[in-house]
């Protein structure tokens, strides 16, 4: 597996660079680095030394402080800082509010705050759909952890997740071009969770739940769902589950079949195999068999299985299998592996169908090694960047948000994702193969295809804000015309008042 170099930059003081740069250069290839980059800095340079920058990248086990003391142990060279790259990604944090527009005078304050301001309070007072065209909260999403279950380090509680936090809203921003902000709560009783963020859920068009633990996360989202009018979406659940749709609706052309018919097995029963298996049940497949470590997972089983997971193992499993996880694999076409590393054999695979599909998407190792695996497979797909068929959440999240502003909706459907999966395997087009049956994260046609898809299927379902018509623009004429009647009858009312 490939591992991505730490890129630091080192700020040099040196005596002689003739003579001190080569003893650098020797010193950064001994520590197992390498030289991306080298430039003199004369807004540095002290009396009797030259200040030039060197950036270095490196790999494995090597250490940017044992490279910075043996730098400092050759006279003549100085360190005067270094600058690891992922510190400096972060420092004070990746993103910033702006505003929407200046305040660069009486008129412009007497616009945007008061008296201006006292008539779009009015407007919410009157209508409360009003907040959803003339304040942030159209465009506002909340991202909201106990930081229970944060990537791969676990429970690392609410303040260390926010970083974390901090990257899911720079990228609904990017790829979405929606406003969020973290909301991080420090309470773990989940009636609790629920009631702090109903509270606070007012100026917010969308919640977007992240890195909460399963079972927890399934009744912090369902108590949710039912108190608010905003759509709750549990993005380690759905997000992952709708791009996983997607890539299986692309592999099945790939082998020529019909998604309905595929015999799929999913390993890891948590938040995201659980949405896994009810979004693929709900796009038509019937033949799904759930796993985890103590094998099938079935509704008798009593330790270890909650109701959630009692219900997916009620709704597949149409052949009533039981036992081991290889009785599940026999014969089965597809594997989705949402568990642990390294926790399938390549022999496990052979006893696959011939046209055998497998995702083995724990990250940063997977089920099975891909370079392995993939010799043996029609499709493989993994959760890593650095192989082909990456299942990134990026390419569901922003775009499902954007859509569910845009109609204004006030919930998330199983119809809603399917309708992201179908316009995420859709960019593939033309360019579908073995090793491209999904699209890049990167690909700036996924999201705006994705919003457009989820907004029209929420409004076909009718789970919009009542008097949101149609358009962003259709949405505020409407409203413009409705507060200047409002405003005529309140000025017709207080003349009326005035001349009794």
Known sequence: MTVRPQRVTFRLALADPDEAIPVVLRLVASAGGQLVGLARDATRATEGTVAHEVNVELTGDASVESLAADLEDVAGIKVLALVDEVLAAHERGKFRVELARPVR??????????????????????DPTAAT????????V????????????GDVGPLASLPVMEGKVMLLKEFGDVDAIPLLVDERDPDRFVDIVARVSLGFGGINLE????????????????RLDIPVFHDDQHGTAVVVLAALMNAARVVGRDLSSLRVVIQGMGSAGVAIANLLMSAGIEDLVPVDIDGIVEPRRGAGTDPIRRRVARQGNPRGLTGT??????GADVFIGVSGPNSLTLDQVRTMSEDRIVFALANPTPEIDPDLARPEVRVMATGRSDHPNQINNVLCFPGLFRGLLDAAATEVTDTMKVAAAHAIAAVVGNDLAADHVIPSPFDRRVAPLVAAAVAQAARDEGHVRPGSGGSRREESATALREAALRSIERGRDARTAGSR
């Open 105 to 126: 005078g009486p008129d412009d304050l007497a616009l945007v705050y008061t008296p201006g301001v006292a008539r779009v309070t009015q407007m919410i007072v009157d």
């Open 133 to 140: 065209r003339f304040t942030t909260r159209g465009n506002m």
């Open 142 to 153: 909340a991202v909201v952890t106990d930081g229970s279950a944060v990537l791969g380090l």
């Open 211 to 226: 890195d909460i633990a399963a079972p927890r996360c399934f009744e912090i989202e369902g108590k949710l769902r039912q």
């Open 325 to 330: 996880k290889d009785v599940a694999l026999a």
